[in-house]
């Protein structure tokens, strides 16, 4: 008699050869198992590709995924348990991240809303080369009932379900409609997962009926295997050109972007600009680099960047971008780089990004190429002027962050000096979280990095909700360090259900609650387009009908609490140090909350330095919107094409 319990071996029938062994399985569980045995490796360092997964359960995975997690066991495929769905897309891109993309998790969903839920978080890690695995469930294949709970019927095509939403999100995407075409299909996510170039999301749709359907699968399927991380190096024409190009550049500049933290090129880039003292800029995804207190770092470009940074890209002949995909916040919309011969030397492992802005391509890994250019480059170095003009400026900023920190003790704090309170505190260890709202502003101008992996700032898909579950994942991959997720009061109505996953998971992350009663970022440029701030303060209706009554009693510290978070509350600026320094001895994870006052532009942070385009109306009757084009006007007249 054959035995059909899972997991029983089975010896087939070959016409030549060996017998072939099999192992009896359902999809889910072979998927499960499958997973488990998938390494990546970069450098002879070895990991799961996918080290746990993440799940909802309803009707739509319970008996599928669900019923294989439980026969694999937490060993070999450990669970975490979310309690919505976006939420845990971030918890897995903030492991991504912090695991240099070399391991990953998995999330797991139900059918119909479960599943949508996903695409947010499936489109903040494509668009931030972030590897997630994602494992849907989808309606039944074999169309048994037709429609199901939760189906979505379209009718121009059978074949469509909810999921469809997730391939413009997804580097890759199946839906496995037979047990046996999971093969291909598994091998293929992981291809797409492991390679630097194409990483992201990658969604395997996986019907109910599916997963639960039984299969003698190829016991080769679940040998274990490696994928290797490749180190690409440039073509030596390409090389010899840019050598040439920096060689004979008078003020070139460096954008250092989030490739050089994923191909592992801090110290490469570093010995670079030892080497020649060429002065570095970085991008949001590249901020940290190197830290700030490095000669050469002149802190962040673009809209948000610093005056040094972005008075050096508007005179620099030369720029060498490095894993940076030039977004309009590093280019100013097109109106930063302004000199009238500048040239772009872009070192990029995607080719789409290395031929951007008309450059001259090195479409390789940054690490070797750095490597390779500081050799070449041995004994040029830039100016004495233009080296000593820039670290004059850099020192000059450095004076107007301390002035933007510094704040009277006994008074509510603005939000820089909240800023500056954490980073008095805060060593190399410290990990620092945040993704949307006016936070990223004022980070990306003001924070003193201490490490390369300090500053984890998510402004690819600048999602709010993103950092209270990225922190979670975050302190997964990096366990005993401080990890502190930077919130806003509308960012953390957006998503806090992961706070109750932290205190479940006994998980010590730090969580500062910035209370300014609306959405301030949005509100300022409101006001700075015209708009007048409209909608965007969280207050009663006027007898107008405006929301600019009274502030709502909203007690978010109150909200954090019921959660299971251990809350401290702070009125002045003292208050705040203490309270930061409580929660970073704290074993359990803690919230710091504080009201913050308006900064005046006198002792707040610095206005943009560069500007970024919003369109404004071109026609209006109100003053602020007709005032409000002709600056816009003024500022998109000083748009370049590089061609």
């Given at each position: 008699?054959?035995?059909?319990?899972?997991?029983?071996?089975?010896?087939?029938?070959?016409?030549?050869?060996?017998?072939?062994?099999?192992?009896?399985?359902?999809?889910?569980?072979?998927?499960?198992?499958?997973?488990?045995?998938?390494?990546?490796?970069?450098?002879?360092?070895?990991?799961?590709?996918?080290?746990?997964?993440?799940?909802?359960?309803?009707?739509?995975?319970?008996?599928?995924?669900?019923?294989?997690?439980?026969?694999?066991?937490?060993?070999?495929?450990?669970?975490?348990?979310?309690?919505?769905?976006?939420?845990?897309?971030?918890?897995?891109?903030?492991?991504?991240?912090?695991?240099?993309?070399?391991?990953?998790?998995?999330?797991?969903?139900?059918?119909?809303?479960?599943?949508?839920?996903?695409?947010?978080?499936?489109?903040?890690?494509?668009?931030?080369?972030?590897?997630?695995?994602?494992?849907?469930?989808?309606?039944?294949?074999?169309?048994?009932?037709?429609?199901?709970?939760?189906?979505?019927?379209?009718?121009?095509?059978?074949?469509?379900?909810?999921?469809?939403?997730?391939?413009?999100?997804?580097?890759?995407?199946?839906?496995?409609?037979?047990?046996?075409?999971?093969?291909?299909?598994?091998?293929?996510?992981?291809?797409?997962?492991?390679?630097?170039?194409?990483?992201?999301?990658?969604?395997?749709?996986?019907?109910?009926?599916?997963?639960?359907?039984?299969?003698?699968?190829?016991?080769?399927?679940?040998?274990?295997?490696?994928?290797?991380?490749?180190?690409?190096?440039?073509?030596?024409?390409?090389?010899?050109?840019?050598?040439?190009?920096?060689?004979?550049?008078?003020?070139?500049?460096?954008?250092?972007?989030?490739?050089?933290?994923?191909?592992?090129?801090?110290?490469?880039?570093?010995?670079?600009?030892?080497?020649?003292?060429?002065?570095?800029?970085?991008?949001?995804?590249?901020?940290?680099?190197?830290?700030?207190?490095?000669?050469?770092?002149?802190?962040?470009?673009?809209?948000?960047?610093?005056?040094?940074?972005?008075?050096?890209?508007?005179?620099?002949?030369?720029?060498?971008?490095?894993?940076?995909?030039?977004t309009d916040f590093t280019t100013a919309s097109g109106t930063l780089f302004q000199h009238p011969g500048v040239r772009f030397v872009n070192i990029n492992i995607a080719g789409s990004d290395a031929y951007k802005l008309?450059?001259?391509?090195?479409?390789?890994?940054?690490?070797?190429?750095?490597?390779?250019?500081?050799?070449?480059?041995?004994?040029?170095?830039?100016?004495?002027?233009?080296?000593?003009?820039?670290?004059?400026?850099?020192?000059?900023?450095?004076?107007?962050?301390?002035?933007?920190?510094?704040?009277?003790?006994?008074?509510?704090?603005?939000?820089?000096?909240?800023?500056?309170?954490?980073?008095?505190?805060?060593?190399?260890?410290?990990?620092?979280?945040?993704?949307?709202?006016?936070?990223?502003?004022?980070?990306?101008?003001?924070?003193?990095?201490?490490?390369?992996?300090?500053?984890?700032?998510?402004?690819?898909?600048?999602?709010?909700?993103?950092?209270?579950?990225?922190?979670?994942?975050?302190?997964?991959?990096?366990?005993?360090?401080?990890?502190?997720?930077?919130?806003?009061?509308?960012?953390?109505?957006?998503?806090?259900?992961?706070?109750?996953?932290?205190?479940?998971?006994?998980?010590?992350?730090?969580?500062?609650?910035?209370?300014?009663?609306?959405?301030?970022?949005?509100?300022?440029?409101?006001?700075?387009?015209?708009?007048?701030?409209?909608?965007?303060?969280?207050?009663?209706?006027?007898?107008?009908?405006?929301?600019?009554?009274?502030?709502?009693?909203?007690?978010?510290?109150?909200?954090?609490?019921?959660?299971?978070?251990?809350?401290?509350?702070?009125?002045?600026?003292?208050?705040?140090?203490?309270?930061?320094?409580?929660?970073?001895?704290?074993?359990?994870?803690?919230?710091?909350?504080?009201?913050?006052?308006?900064?005046?532009?006198?002792?707040?942070?610095?206005?943009?330095?560069?500007?970024?385009?919003?369109?404004?109306?071109?026609?209006?009757?109100?003053?602020?919107?007709?005032?409000?084009?002709?600056?816009?006007?003024?500022?998109?007249?000083?748009?370049?094409?590089?061609?």
């Open positions: 008699m054959t035995d059909r319990r899972a997991g029983s071996d089975h010896v087939g029938e070959r016409l030549d050869g060996p017998p072939a062994r099999t192992r009896h399985l359902t999809t889910a569980q072979a998927l499960v198992a499958f997973l488990a045995r998938q390494y990546t490796e970069r450098d002879g360092r070895r990991q799961r590709l996918i080290a746990a997964t993440w799940g909802i359960f309803g009707h739509g995975n319970v008996a599928g995924i669900g019923q294989a997690l439980i026969e694999s066991g937490q060993d070999a495929m450990p669970y975490h348990q979310g309690r919505n769905e976006q939420a845990m897309v971030h918890a897995a891109v903030g492991y991504a991240r912090q695991s240099g993309r070399l391991s990953a998790h998995a999330v797991t969903t139900s059918i119909g809303p479960g599943a949508t839920n996903l695409v947010t978080g499936a489109a903040l890690a494509s668009v931030n080369h972030l590897p997630v695995l994602l494992l849907p469930g989808d309606v039944f294949a074999a169309r048994p009932a037709d429609p199901v709970l939760q189906q979505l019927e379209v009718p121009y095509a059978g074949d469509v379900s909810v999921n469809d939403c997730l391939r413009p999100v997804s580097k890759y995407f199946d839906r496995i409609t037979r047990p046996e075409a999971l093969i291909p299909a598994a091998l293929a996510a992981m291809r797409v997962l492991a390679d630097p170039e194409l990483t992201g999301a990658v969604t395997l749709a996986l019907p109910q009926d599916v997963q639960a359907q039984a299969y003698d699968w190829p016991e080769e399927f679940f040998a274990e295997r490696v994928w290797r991380v490749p180190v690409r190096r440039p073509d030596a024409t390409e090389f010899a050109d840019a050598v040439a190009a920096v060689r004979a550049a008078h003020r070139p500049l460096i954008v250092a972007g989030g490739g050089v933290r994923h191909s592992g090129a801090q110290d490469a880039l570093r010995a670079f600009a030892d080497t020649t003292g060429i002065p570095v800029a970085s991008t949001q995804a590249g901020k940290g680099v190197l830290p700030y207190d490095h000669p050469a770092d002149v802190g962040g470009i673009g809209h948000t960047g610093t005056a040094t940074a972005d008075g050096l890209a508007r005179a620099a002949d030369l720029v060498i971008g490095v894993g940076t995909r030039y008309s450059a001259l391509p090195l479409v390789a890994d940054a690490r070797a190429t750095l490597e390779r250019l500081t050799g070449a480059l041995t004994g040029h170095r830039v100016s004495e002027a233009y080296e000593g003009a820039y670290r004059a400026a850099k020192a000059e900023w450095e004076v107007r962050v301390t002035a933007a920190y510094t704040g009277s003790e006994d008074a509510a704090p603005t939000q820089a000096q909240v800023l500056g309170a954490l980073d008095a505190l805060v060593t190399g260890d410290d990990i620092v979280i945040n993704a949307a709202g006016s936070l990223p502003g004022d980070l990306h101008q003001l924070w003193r990095t201490r490490s390369a992996d300090q500053y984890h700032v998510e402004y690819g898909y600048s999602c709010m909700g993103y950092e209270i579950p990225a922190a979670i994942g975050v302190q997964l991959a990096a366990p005993g360090r401080p990890v502190w997720a930077l919130v806003g009061d509308g960012t953390y109505l957006m998503n806090p259900t992961e706070i109750v996953t932290a205190v479940q998971e006994r998980l010590p992350v730090n969580v500062v609650v910035l209370q300014n009663h609306g959405y301030a970022s949005i509100g300022g440029l409101s006001e700075s387009v015209g708009a007048e701030r409209f909608g965007t303060a969280y207050r009663f209706r006027a007898p107008d009908g405006t929301y600019t009554g009274d502030p709502l009693p909203v007690d978010l510290a109150a909200n954090a609490a019921s959660l299971g978070l251990t809350v401290l509350r702070a009125k002045t600026l003292r208050d705040l140090r203490e309270a930061l320094a409580a929660a970073r001895a704290s074993d359990r994870p803690t919230c710091v909350y504080v009201e913050t006052e308006t900064a005046d532009t006198v002792s707040g942070p610095p206005r943009p330095q560069a500007w970024w385009d919003v369109p404004v109306a071109e026609t209006a009757t109100r003053p602020s919107a007709v005032g409000a084009r002709e600056e816009y006007d003024r500022q998109v007249a000083a748009r370049r094409r590089h061609l």
